[in-house]
């Protein structure tokens, strides 16, 4: 069994984790050492103790968004989601070296056995084992030691800082805040040539530092110390100055702006107070730049989980190639660099030790956490960690679930909702997110947690929800389906058109004839629709319902534009789809699709009318846009049949105009009722969703995307 470092409410925990999953693009390492930076990680410990009330003093503009989230959501959900936040484990670390364990399919440059130094926060955990994507994972060179290389991160912020100065040979260079990563920017800038000066308020800081070989350090308490700058620029000021200080106040940024030259760059790399001194940086005419963690590629989707590099011609350094050159540069000048550690812990005592006052007297601001002895003509198959094997405890013969995927919509509307159905119970969790299997596990009495979905199929359960990425639902229903498992799929079905007749084909199968297959397309249950089908109920004449998704706009990087994951129109639009279906009971007949033209601003089918007539002469409109205003409902609709007009608004009121009016206190768009719809089909027997409805539904979906396309081409 792995095991993991957690922050929980301002103390260190060490939770069992499950076994990773190698994905396509991915590598499992299995950790010698990981790097404690005292003064960030410490830092975050501090936060996480913090209360409500202070937090909300020191980020208002959260208020806002609570206020808004209940009027939303409601006071209890809001509640739940506050305390959620508040209570999870946090997983911790983001710097680390070890073993390749398992290599992705499509990695090509690693093989089982490789020293790797790893990165990112999102992955490099304190943690037995991890899982990294290649674009984050670099090879030790050789004669490094792993407990150094395991500092990759923090070098790798350093190296990017220090390109972004664009240090020359020979010049003067000012380094304010000798933390760690003040520490290490001080020995890239000596490699490079440079004549390093730092700053700091604890002379026990400087003292490390000149102790590593910098050419002066400065107390920043002294009253002379800008005197002393002067006479070390020989009246000139600082070429390069690299602020490396967490400071709240704009007195770094001010000292920086004091000591620099006339047209000097003064780079920041910690996180500072940004109220500047206008007439200093006006007057010096200074360059003032930040440095963006590890470099060109952080946070970027496609670099760094699809693993598409930035060619070299045109970036040269990106994140990768900075953690590889701090390596270089670590290899060089090792003995100063292990002279920034304070103490090196063993993983089963890191708990203990870190929540001692102990670290925080050390005079050094590395701790090193160490997990494995290795010997690199050891067989690397004798490294394994335990599989997470267990039973699910039996709930009075309720139906067992296993859920997929354990995102924002899972933590808001599934698992909330399952725990108030009878009749169910979720007793297996899957997800690559360690955090969130334990954090969920525990709130919701989950019975087991893995990272692979061939585990959790492999498990004594009659059903699967699966609520991950829109480009893996194809698949995984045919592999659940072939495992003997009902299966509940968040929409959309499927998200291309090919999977749509790959889908028919697995739907023919006599095997899975008696096997439920539902998707989360909840507007069809929403009370709200029920109130207007029984209004129709005695209603023979044709209707016209003309349906508003008022979308929003979304930032040009989310995932939704990704063609992969299908769009905005297969992603989300569906669900209205399907409400036309389960309203007018007919197959449709014709689609005709209009959309607005394109600009810098919003995407073309981001804005477009889908108009679809059925065969009982019913007809269809959706207006689908990301560019109206915040103030008027998401969704809306206007329907007309037989004399009778129906106003809905955003699923809270919906009324007879004339008559009757349906309230709900907040928006109920049927996320509890396609579940409860679903666990009853599953007791009973007898699907309350056809795989007609589902099948006609992605036929309109993938209709109106290829009009989409075809229209924007022409």
């Known amino acids: 069994m792995n095991k993991q470092i957690f922050i929980d409410k301002g103390r260190l925990v060490t939770k069992k984790i499950p076994e990773f999953n190698c994905r396509p693009g991915e590598l499992i390492v299995d950790v010698l050492f990981s790097a404690f930076s005292s003064g960030t990680e410490f830092g975050e410990l501090a936060k996480s103790s913090e209360s409500l009330l202070s937090r909300a003093r020191k980020s208002p503009e959260k208020i806002g968004k609570a206020i808004n989230m209940i009027k939303a959501t409601g006071l209890k959900n809001t509640i739940n989601f506050v ?63 792993a ?5 990759v991160t923090l070098g790798s912020i350093a190296m990017q800082g220090v390109r972004q100065a664009n240090v020359v040979l020979g010049e003067r260079v000012a380094v304010i805040g000798l933390g760690v990563i003040g520490q290490i920017t001080s020995q890239i800038l000596l490699a490079a040539g440079a004549k390093v000066t730092g700053f700091d308020l604890d002379t026990r800081k400087i003292q490390l530092a000149t102790d590593n070989g910098l050419h002066q350090g400065l107390d920043a308490k002294n009253s ?67 440095s963006m963690s590890y470099g060109p590629g952080r946070y970027e989707r496609d670099y760094e989980e ?32 292990k002279n920034l550690i304070g103490r090196i812990v063993d993983f089963d005592d890191a708990e203990k030790y870190l929540n001692s006052e102990e670290p925080k007297t050390l005079n050094k601001p590395l701790i090193i956490i160490k997990y494995l ?40 509307f599934i698992l909330p909702n399952l725990s108030n159905i009878d009749g169910c119970n979720v007793a297996a969790l899957v997800s690559s997110d360690s955090a969130a299997i334990v954090n969920m596990r525990k709130k919701y009495d989950i019975d087991l947690g893995f990272s692979s979905v061939d585990d959790v199929l492999d498990c004594d359960i009659d059903a699967v929800i699966v609520a991950n990425r829109h480009s893996e639902h194809f698949d995984l229903i045919k592999r659940s389906l072939n495992k003997g498992k009902h299966v509940f799929i968040e929409k959309p079905t499927v998200n291309k058109a090919e999977q749509l007749e790959g889908l028919l084909g697995v739907f023919s199968e006599n095997e899975h004839q008696n096997q439920l297959v539902y998707t989360g397309y909840n507007r069809a249950f929403s009370p709200h629709i029920k109130f207007v ?56 007949e014709s689609i005709s699709v209009t959309c607005v033209k394109g600009s810098k601003s919003y995407m073309a089918y981001d804005n477009f009318s889908a108009n679809i007539r059925y065969e009982n002469g019913c007809v269809g409109i959706l207006t689908y846009t990301s560019i109206g205003s915040d103030a008027f409902p998401k969704e809306s609709f206007i329907m007309h049949s037989g004399g009778t007009t129906i106003v809905s608004n955003n699923y809270t009121e919906t009324k007879i105009v004339g008559g009757k009016t349906f309230k709900t206190s907040l928006s109920e768009k049927g996320h509890r009722e396609v579940l ?35 229209g924007l081409r022409v």
């Open 83 to 145: 305390e959620d936040s508040q209570l999870a484990l946090q997983a911790t670390g983001y710097s680390l070296a070890g073993i390749v364990k398992s290599v992705g399919e499509g990695i090509n440059d690693f093989v089982i056995g490789d020293l790797v130094a790893c990165s990112g926060a999102q992955y490099a955990h304190h943690a037995t084992q991890v899982k990294v994507s290649k674009q984050l994972c670099v090879k030790i060179p050789d004669g490094l030691s």
């Open 147 to 151: 407990s150094v290389a395991s500092t």
């Open 224 to 290: 002379d110390v800008l005197h002393r700058a002067q006479e070390l620029t020989d009246g000139y000021g600082f070429d390069k100055v690299l602020i490396c200080s967490s400071d709240p106040s704009p007195a770094s940024a001010e000292m920086a702006f004091e000591i620099s030259r006339h047209r000097a760059t003064v780079v920041m790399i910690g996180g500072i107070g940004l109220d500047l001194n206008r007439s200093l940086m006006y007057y010096k005419e200074l360059n003032f730049v930040a």
């Open 306 to 337: 699809r693993g598409l590099d930035l060619p070299i011609s045109y970036v040269r350094w990106t994140e990768n190639r900075n953690m590889l050159s701090y390596l270089e540069v670590a290899k060089d000048r090792e003995n100063n660099l």
């Open 373 to 412: 002895e290795f010997d690199r003509d050891e067989n690397i198959e004798s490294i394994k960690s335990n599989k997470n094997t267990g039973k699910i405890q039996p709930k009075n013969k309720k139906i067992q679930l296993g859920l997929i995927g354990a995102g924002g919509f899972v933590k808001n």
């Open 533 to 588: 089908q029984e209004q129709l109920e005695n209603i023979k004449s044709p209707i016209m319902l003309s349906y508003q998704m008022n979308a929003g706009a979304l930032k040009k990087d989310n995932w939704q534009y990704d063609l992969e994951e299908g769009g905005r129109n297969i992603g989300e639009a569906v669900h209205i789809y399907h409400l036309f279906g389960a309203l007018f009971k007919s197959k449709p």
């Open 676 to 710: 409860q719809s679903f666990i009853r089909s599953l007791i009973h027997g007898t699907s309350e969703m056809t795989r007609e409805e589902q099948i006609d539904t992605m036929h309109i979906a993938f209709c109106v995307e290829s009009e989409l396309r075809d």
